[in-house]
């Protein structure tokens, strides 16, 4: 991969915190293919970062600056005092992921609070007359109150309501509505609080601040596609698709039961990516804006639908599922209930995203290639 991106010392400096997670694999992967680029990437441990490192060829466009736990005051600040003068655009990923913790605080609150606070500081501090542009990945979780992002039950009371879907209408200016202590019940909602919080600093702190950077977020539904490497497909597959994996692993076992229903929102990891590079190619034009990434809604049954109408069953063999409680739920792929408004996030981003279609049966191709279905 290295031979792919030549090295020149005029390309603009990117920064991208959290560098090993899936979305910002892709992200760094696009902004070396641009050739436009050189990315300095930020991880917890000096491991990871060799091992992202090697998976880009050991390009010399990718660096990486350790950054060992976000929570910490001035966590970010000795990647600026080193990289302040060269560091142009600044994309925020570093977050806590999703994990079953009673330690809401720590594990999730703080750390991303804490985190975004470091990062905008170390700014001020150390490169406010180099950045331009500065975007904060956010969640739809950010958005939308946690019970009303993912109907996961087993008793088919779903929290999508009588209708099958959202109970209230939600655009780019929606916010989640639980407090501090709302988001310290259970670790879907401490998740959501740690988004939440932190883009609220985030958007608080730009305005008070009178920084000299543009700044706009980026708020994902349910993300989905394939991986960069694939040497993430297996048993630590990044992002979501272990949803789609677990339907391609029991290909052929015809006792496949899914004893919960489901149904969620959906969006392709490389338009997530793809809007990120718009930002920065347009600060101008994406300053102030959140950028609710969402193409459609989806049910399992939706994908097992997709993956036994694009492969042969000699290649994967899904049987008709039977879902508990939910064996008629079937939801057509790309669908998008009125209750969601994403059209001012699609006018400025000003392309199509990719078909649900398209993202399963790329993700699903790659898992085969990958030997995770059972077919003998």
């Not at 925020?92 to 913790?101: D, E, I, L, N």
């Not at 000699?314 to 599922?321: D, Q, Y």
């Not at 699609?346 to 392309?351: I, K, S």
Request: aromatic share 10%.
């Amino acid at each position: 991969m290295a031979s792919r991106f030549s090295n020149n010392s005029t390309k603009s400096v990117v920064l991208v915190t959290g560098a090993t997670g899936w979305i910002a694999q892709h992200v760094i992967h696009d902004l070396l293919e641009t050739q436009c680029y050189r990315v300095i990437g930020t991880a917890r441990t000096r491991g990871k970062c060799n091992n992202l490192l090697q998976s880009f060829g050991n390009t010399p466009l990718l660096t990486m600056e350790v950054v060992s736990d976000l929570s910490l005051p001035s966590a970010f600040d000795p990647v600026f005092k080193k990289n302040g003068n060269d560091i142009e655009y600044v994309l925020h990923m570093a977050s806590p992921v999703y994990m079953k913790s009673t330690d809401y605080q720590k594990v999730y609150l703080e750390p991303a609070l804490n985190g975004t606070r470091s990062l905008l500081e170390a700014i001020e501090k150390y490169g406010s007359k180099k950045v331009r542009h500065v975007v904060y990945t956010s969640s739809v979780a950010a958005m939308f109150k946690t019970s009303q992002i993912l109907a996961q039950t087993k008793n088919n009371t779903s929290a999508f309501g009588k209708d099958n879907f959202l109970l209230s209408n939600y655009d780019e200016n929606s916010w989640n509505p639980d407090s501090w202590t709302d988001c310290q019940t259970g670790d879907r909602e401490a998740y959501a609080g740690s988004k939440k919080f932190a883009e609220k600093f985030a958007w608080d702190y730009v305005h008070n601040h009178k920084v000299n950077y543009t700044f706009n977020t980026i708020n994902p539904v349910w993300v989905l596609g394939p991986q960069v490497f694939a040497a993430d497909v297996g048993n630590s597959l990044l992002g979501s698709n272990k949803l789609i994996a677990n339907i391609v692993k029991n290909s052929g076992n015809n006792n496949f039961t899914i004893d919960y229903a489901f149904k969620g929102l959906e969006v392709d990891v490389r338009d997530v990516s793809r809007a990120h590079l718009a930002s920065i190619k347009n600060g101008g034009k994406f300053n102030g804006h959140r950028l609710l990434m969402y193409n459609g809604e989806f049910t399992l049954k939706t994908i097992i639908s997709i993956i036994n109408s694009e492969f042969p069953k000699e290649v994967l063999n899904i049987p008709s599922v039977k879902v508990k409680e939910m064996d008629d739920d079937y939801v057509k792929p790309n669908y998008k209930p009125r209750f969601i408004d994403n059209s001012k996030t699609m006018e400025l981003l000003g392309f199509d995203l990719i078909s649900f279609e398209k993202t399963v049966k790329d993700s699903v191709v790659q898992m085969v290639e990958n030997h995770l279905n059972t077919v003998e």
